[in-house]
């Protein structure tokens, strides 16, 4: 598998491609003149509870109020997911009760607290926000009040999990923080985990000093711009190669990438040419068809998609797509549930 990243750079905008042989994985767009909100941390001030939704409307200095369920004010949030629970340190931060409580016994109209924007604003809906916190590095996720130790299942050498978690215990971390190990951590070395860890607690000290300093609703710690992003979140060993068109992005990103992994730097290159770098290795196009409405299936079907602010409907329609049985046994005229007809509209035509 072939995966390599290209960086497009602007006055307005900022726009990052994922390639997997070739073809477009993954596409994200940054304005620069737009906050950058997932991620970024606010001081924000209670509006309303709403008992009935158990949830709160957060004022959180935007537009719109953000909106913050119980769930994401109790629990834990490394529970499930994409991550393994290894350890839960006792005397931990974290309340657990017998029966949950409800989002009147746990917040008040004019409280402030810090929160985390977890999703956008879309549409008419504001921010979807949290209280669990967390600070993600390369290598590690702090988690500042989940007293828990979590590894990504992607480590699933027994013996690289156990050398990582003892690593992380002679850290000596508060007993209300946690970490969750990402995958780009498979076979760092001690120095570089240690290292981070550090910087990560240290980061959130000074987040935690400046929350106190900040008048509610405000903003406290901005998340990182794309091109830091993806040398944070998406630098791992499995990618061969970067290029990116903006000179001074391309000397951010290495002095970024080279403070904690000279082999990842090497991997950065400067794109040069005239032709713009998204029509030189094919990306232009692809990005085209994301935006189609309809999108056309190489069996002479076609799917329909409309979003909206509460989900993506997608509508799948057989379109030219015409079944001809060939006799009893033919997989065309056995396939009755609606299943096997949408698995045979993605096919290619079989029964023609």
């Given at each position: 598998m072939?995966k390599?990243?290209?960086?497009?750079?602007?006055?307005?905008e900022?726009?990052?491609?994922v390639?997997v042989?070739?073809?477009?994985?993954?596409?994200?767009?940054?304005?620069?003149?737009?906050p950058?909100?997932a991620?970024s941390f606010?001081?924000?001030?209670?509006?309303s509870?709403?008992?009935?939704?158990g949830a709160?409307?957060?004022?959180?200095?935007?537009e719109k109020?953000?909106?913050?369920?119980?769930?994401?004010?109790i629990?834990s949030p490394?529970?499930?997911?994409s991550f393994?629970l290894?350890?839960?340190?006792?005397?931990?931060?974290?309340?657990k009760?017998?029966?949950?409580?409800?989002i009147s016994?746990?917040l008040?109209k004019?409280d402030?607290?810090?929160?985390?924007?977890?999703k956008?604003p879309?549409?008419?809906?504001?921010a979807?926000l949290t209280?669990?916190?967390?600070?993600?590095?390369h290598?590690?996720?702090?988690?500042?009040?989940?007293p828990?130790i979590?590894?990504?299942?992607?480590?699933?050498?027994?013996?690289?999990?156990?050398r990582?978690?003892s690593i992380?215990?002679?850290?000596?971390?508060p007993k209300?923080?946690?970490?969750?190990v990402?995958?780009a951590?498979?076979?760092?070395?001690r120095?570089?985990l240690?290292?981070e860890?550090k910087?990560l607690m240290?980061?959130w000290h000074?987040i935690?000093?400046?929350?106190?300093?900040?008048?509610?609703?405000?903003?406290?710690?901005?998340?990182?711009?794309?091109?830091?992003?993806?040398?944070?979140d998406?630098?791992?060993?499995?990618?061969s190669?970067v290029?990116?068109?903006?000179?001074e992005?391309f000397r951010?990103?290495s002095?970024f990438?080279?403070s904690?992994?000279?082999t990842?730097?090497?991997?950065?290159?400067?794109?040069r040419?005239?032709?713009?770098?998204?029509e030189k290795?094919?990306?232009?196009?692809?990005?085209?068809?994301?935006?189609?409405r309809?999108?056309?299936?190489?069996?002479g079907?076609?799917?329909?998609?409309e979003?909206t602010?509460?989900?993506?409907?997608?509508?799948?329609?057989?379109?030219?797509f015409?079944?001809?049985?060939l006799g009893?046994?033919?997989?065309?005229a056995s396939s009755?549930s609606?299943?096997?007809?949408?698995e045979?509209l993605?096919?290619?035509?079989?029964?023609?």
């Open positions: 072939h390599e990243i290209y960086i497009n750079a602007d006055i307005l900022t726009r990052v491609a390639l042989d070739r073809h477009l994985e993954e596409f994200y767009v940054e304005r620069h003149d737009a950058r909100l991620g606010y001081k924000g001030r209670v509006e509870i709403l008992p009935g939704m709160a409307f957060v004022d959180i200095g935007l109020n953000g909106f913050l369920y119980v769930a994401d004010v629990g490394t529970s499930e997911g393994d290894l350890e839960e340190r006792p005397h931990g931060a974290s309340q009760y017998k029966t949950a409580p409800s016994e746990l008040k004019g402030e607290i810090l929160v985390q924007v977890v956008e879309l549409g008419t809906k504001g979807r209280t669990h916190i967390s600070l993600p590095g290598f590690l996720v702090l988690m500042p009040f989940s828990t979590g590894i990504s299942k992607r480590i699933d050498d027994p013996e690289e999990r156990d990582i978690k992380l215990k002679e850290l000596k971390a209300e923080m946690g970490f969750v990402r995958t951590s498979r076979g760092a070395q120095r570089e240690m290292s860890a910087y240290r980061l000074g935690r000093e400046r929350s106190k300093r900040v008048k509610a609703p405000g903003i406290v710690y901005e998340e990182y711009e794309l091109v830091l992003r993806v040398g944070r998406m630098m791992t060993e499995d990618i190669s290029e990116i068109d903006s000179r992005d951010k990103l002095r990438l080279g904690f992994s000279s990842l730097r090497s991997k950065v290159k400067l794109y040419l005239a032709t713009p770098i998204f290795y094919g990306v232009e196009e692809q990005i085209d068809k994301l935006y189609h309809v999108v056309y299936l190489k069996s079907g076609h799917l329909v998609i979003q602010e509460s989900l993506v409907a997608i509508d799948v329609n057989s379109g030219k015409v079944v001809f049985p009893p046994m033919d997989a065309c009755r609606l299943n096997a007809f949408i045979m993605f096919a290619e035509p079989r029964c023609f």
